[in-house]
């Protein structure tokens, strides 16, 4: 099913056109300010797409999301995969972490979404050679533990895909990150509009992935309450192709019974101050991570909460190494969690922080380093996690009310 929008003025014969400027990244096709010209964007950057698949025809990618993948990196590199297909470039979607979100889980297995887990362990039997290139969709690389294996192998990076802000220095033919528009779904979807895929509702793979856009567009614009007019515009597109009633199979899937003990945790240790609650949940498990933001999102429900962070310490037996996890989610228009998070917890000594965030969202990990790892000592890891409780409760707190130096444990 291929379409065109329909201009302001309701005339149909501008193809491949969307009624807002598009701010591309360094190195790309600057956005146009005038009115008249702002049509230009989307198609310029269809064009060097299309062209960047060209020029790698008959290659094999391999598509690197974030080690726990949510709904907008799947559905997006899945999008990606289908509109390689036409230029006879094979791509493998994988992930070094887990899916724990119930809806993760959900998507994938009802869709068929074609994503595979690697974990680092089984990566020195595998065979890096053969890809001739590497993309990165709703990612920059900074959260999967496999680009340091893409990166030994030397695979080039051939396209970026993300609605993050810029993280560091990406070196990349093709890049695309525009962080006014909530979710990389968005802007896969513009491609597709685009005609850079034959998008048929008469096609049963392309109505699921359909399907799997829908999901990862409302899930990182909130249901589509945080959704701008390009997010807005994609999810009417869609609204063509996808099935409904795969959707709310998906979003009514159960919450495992370890999901609700941490919500339960976190309830039970909450700490209320100037309409923030901040709660750490202790250890969890490597799979269970996803319990985490699940929490904050039930904790920022209570009344007279604008702003909740969960935080608690990740143990990942393969590695046998520690990280603490955590989430913020806000629904006061003023906090910016992107720079309350930077601001709070400031950088690791590489330079690089150890949150950021989105509108109304955020996260942050923090290694434990030295100090990781298991420990049969219940003292010991009661301790550690004191520790780490009463640091995290002190920066946070430092910027929740400035009038506390310190929090006594």
């Not at 509009?193 to 392309?206: E, G, K, R, V, W």
């Not at 699940?294 to 702003?307: M, P, R």
């Not at 992107?338 to 601001?343: A, M, N, P, S």
């Not at 923090?366 to 640091?391: A, C, H, P, R």
Request: one cysteine or more; charged letters at 20%.
């Amino acid at each position: 099913m291929k379409s065109s929008l329909l201009t302001p003025n309701g005339n149909n014969n501008k193809p491949n056109q969307l009624p807002s400027t598009i701010n591309q990244a360094e190195g790309n096709i600057g956005a146009e300010q005038e009115t008249g010209s702002q049509y230009l964007s989307l198609g310029k950057l269809a064009q060097k797409l299309q062209q960047t698949l060209e020029n790698h025809r008959g290659e094999r990618h391999i598509v690197v999301i974030q080690d726990f993948p949510d709904p907008d990196a799947l559905s997006s590199a899945w999008a990606y995969q289908l509109m390689a297909q036409p230029y006879e470039i094979e791509c493998d979607i994988v992930y070094a972490g887990t899916l724990s979100h119930q809806e993760n889980i959900a998507l994938v297995k009802l869709t068929g979404l074609p994503a595979t887990r690697w974990s680092t362990n089984s990566l020195k039997d595998r065979d890096l050679s053969i890809y001739q290139g590497c993309v990165l969709v709703d990612s920059q690389g900074n959260t999967s533990q496999l680009m340091p294996y893409v990166k030994q192998a030397k695979i080039p990076i051939v396209i970026v895909m993300d609605h993050h802000s810029k993280q560091g220095n990406i070196q990349a033919e093709f890049t695309d990150l525009r962080p006014k528009i909530r979710a990389t779904a968005t802007i896969l979807t513009q491609y597709i509009q685009a005609d850079l895929l034959d998008f048929n509702s008469n096609n049963t793979t392309h109505v699921k992935c359909a399907t799997a856009l829908m999901h990862g567009l409302r899930s990182d614009t909130n249901g589509l309450r945080q959704a701008q007019e390009q997010d807005l515009l994609a999810a009417a597109y869609l609204s063509r192709i996808y099935d409904p009633q795969l959707l709310n199979a998906v979003l009514q899937s159960a919450r495992s019974h370890r999901v609700m003990d941490v919500i339960e945790r976190s309830l039970k240790n909450r700490f209320i101050q100037n309409n923030f609650s901040i709660a750490g949940v202790g250890y969890l498990r490597y799979e269970d991570r996803d319990a985490i933001p699940q929490a904050a999102d039930f904790l920022v429900t209570e009344e007279n909460i604008h702003t909740a962070v969960v935080y608690g310490i990740i143990h990942d037996e393969d590695h046998d190494i520690e990280v603490v996890i955590g989430s913020l989610r806000t629904h006061k228009l003023t906090l910016d969690p992107d720079e309350f998070l930077k601001e709070a917890l400031g950088k690791n000594p590489q330079g690089r922080y150890y949150g950021g965030g989105r509108e109304m969202a955020g996260g942050f990990e923090i290694s434990m380093g030295f100090f990781g790892g298991s420990n049969d000592n219940s003292d010991y890891t009661k301790l550690k996690w004191e520790l780490v409780d009463t640091q995290l409760k002190q920066k946070l707190l430092r910027l929740v009310n400035p009038k506390n130096e310190v929090v006594h444990a």
